[in-house]
């Protein structure tokens, strides 16, 4: 769970301020070492000109004391995103979009005479279906002849992640969880086909890049001092355009998903069935009346989309990036605000990172949500992957208040698919077992047969 | 101006800036690493100027054409 006193662990790597949490409230204090900066950012024009966009994080001056006083210029209270999501989770369109957006606020803040000073994947949140930069002390005042502070940082938390999910295979957005300042442009460079050098922005920021980072690494003497680098203003908005152009004409590389379509073609399900459930778990939700929840294996959305619709938000965590992919793509379409697709890996979750391992949390440390909706898993973490009922209880009544799940028997013709390959070791995976396994966690409210099948939903409360 | 065009001037413009670059301190909390700065200075000359001849080449082609494409130099399209 997050803490709700203390500063919050990802923010301590910035001298310009860090973010605090005080009686559950989320401020960020400015150090007056970036007053100067701060100041510009708020005058300029260019605070309101991103914030009035929907790409920077609104806040107010708060008058509450700072957390270190010695240090502070000014005390911010921003507003809160509903979710905290990392680069590893998003599918190729949401890193994509947050590459868009980072660059654009770049081009917008060089108008304003300021610059990014960092480019992280992980200033950007999804906000309300759109990417959000949520770090307001980003900005520095342009220092003239220098070139992007945050240039390396950008191509190792976008572009080559990018374009490896473009080139190589979507699944190379994992490698955010192993590097956690991005991929490492020579690792990136190894990985790529060689063709990708025949786009011009990947030959530039990504090959050549790597390559000079090589040959010149430590030749800091060759910096002069008195920092007039001559690099143009005109340098900066070329560079800054051919990053946008090259990432803009990406696009995921195609892979092919079983379960992209799995509603559409499935014969496991009737119509009529198909709509007796849905209904079910409309009126489930209603009882449960959540203010968040959390769709496990999501799969494209469909039922996610009972809770979003009523203006409840939703994740969607879903294991199939393809699906996330065309989650987002519906979300974007629709302009939906409370459905946030994720990529998640129920039986390998995504960890804590980090220094300490703290810097970026656990699933679990995120929730937990007022409702937790696992419609058609059961049977996959029970049987293909093994996990006995009992630990499937434990972690759903951990992750959430609430929780409606489905149970598929053996006799479904989805199971007896999974069981065709292998022996049937599974005896204790019936409707009676896993009433009893779950009744050690949960209070079953609601039993509700599937007309027209034989799975059965239930609504259940945490004990 | 053509693609092909721009990838000769971006390669042309990219071996003269090497020649000329000089390295500013970076006055920065992340490591921008120094191999990574001395290679964005090449990359940025060649993409900046190769960002003028373009702007320079639509206004004359405008001009020729007796088009006003003002909107355009402020926005320059992100094609590269």
């Not at chain 1, 301020?17 to 007056?32: E, H, I, S, W």
């Not at chain 1, 342009?142 to 240039?151: C, E, F, T």
């Not at chain 1, 152009?245 to 119509?271: C, D, F, M, N």
């Not at chain 1, 065309?326 to 302009?335: D, I, L, M």
Request: proline fraction near 4%.
């Amino acid at each position: 769970m997050v803490s709700s006193e203390g500063d919050v662990a990802g923010s301590f790597r910035d001298p310009s301020g860090f973010v605090f949490r005080r009686d559950g409230v989320l401020y960020r204090q400015v150090n007056a070492v970036h007053a100067d900066d701060y100041d510009h950012l708020m005058t300029s024009g260019l605070y309101d000109d991103l914030t009035r966009s929907g790409s920077l994080v609104a806040h107010e001056e708060a008058s509450v004391e700072a957390e270190a006083p010695s240090k502070a210029h000014k005390v911010l209270r921003p507003e809160v995103v509903d979710f905290v999501s990392y680069p590893y989770e998003w599918c190729f369109g949401q890193l994509k979009d947050a590459a868009l957006v980072t660059l654009d606020i770049q081009r917008r803040a060089l108008g304003a005479g300021m610059s990014l000073r960092d480019a992280s994947a992980y200033n950007i949140q999804f906000h309300r279906g759109r990417p959000l930069l949520i770090d307001t002390l980003s900005f520095e005042k342009l220092q003239p002849g220098r070139p992007w502070i945050a240039y390396r940082q950008f191509c190792q938390h976008f572009l080559a992640p990018l374009a490896l999910m473009s080139y190589t295979d979507v699944r190379a957005g994992d490698l955010a969880r192993i590097y956690l300042d991005g991929v490492p442009l020579d690792l990136a460079a190894r990985l790529l086909p060689a063709r990708a050098r025949l786009r011009v922005p990947l030959l530039l920021h990504l090959f050549l890049h790597a390559r000079g980072e090589k040959r010149y690494a430590g030749r800091s003497e060759e910096a002069g001092s008195d920092g007039r680098g001559g690099f143009t203003l005109q340098a900066f908005k070329g560079l800054i355009e051919s990053l946008s152009g090259g990432i803009e004409k990406l696009t995921a590389h195609e892979q092919r998903s079983t379960w992209v379509g799995y509603y559409g073609e499935a014969a496991h399900y009737g119509p009529d069935s198909m709509s007796a459930k849905k209904e079910l778990v409309s009126s489930l939700i209603a009882d449960a009346d959540p203010a968040l929840v959390w769709d496990l294996g999501a799969n494209t959305g469909d039922f996610s989309r009972l809770a979003s619709d009523r203006g409840i938000k939703t994740i969607a965590f879903e294991v199939d990036r393809a699906c996330v992919e065309e989650n987002y793509r519906r979300v974007k379409a629709s302009e939906e605000k409370n459905l946030l697709p994720l990529v998640l890996d129920l039986t390998n979750p995504s960890p804590a990172i980090g220094w300490d391992n703290r810097e970026r949390m656990t699933v679990h440390q995120r929730g937990p949500a007022d409702l937790v909706m696992a419609l058609a898993l059961v049977h996959h973490l029970a049987i293909a992957n093994n996990v006995p009922l009992p630990r499937i209880a434990e972690l759903l009544s951990s992750l959430g208040r609430r929780l409606i799940i489905e149970f598929v028997p053996k006799t479904d013709e989805m199971v007896q698919r999974l069981l065709a390959t292998r022996e049937d070791i599974f005896a204790d995976y019936t409707r009676a077992v896993f009433e009893k396994d779950f009744e050690r966690h949960f209070e079953i409210e609601r039993v509700e047969e599937i007309a027209g099948s034989e799975r059965v939903l239930y609504l259940m409360r945490a004990r | 101006m053509n693609t092909l065009g721009s990838r000769v001037t971006v390669v042309v413009v990219l071996v003269l800036a090497f020649s000329f670059t000089v390295i500013p301190v970076a006055d920065a909390y992340i490591d921008p690493g120094s191999g990574s700065f001395i290679i964005q200075m090449a990359i940025g000359a060649a993409l900046g100027l190769s960002l003028s001849i373009k702007l320079f080449w639509r206004r004359l082609v405008s001009l020729f054409s007796g088009r006003k494409q003002d909107q355009e130099e402020e926005n320059p399209p992100a094609d590269r």
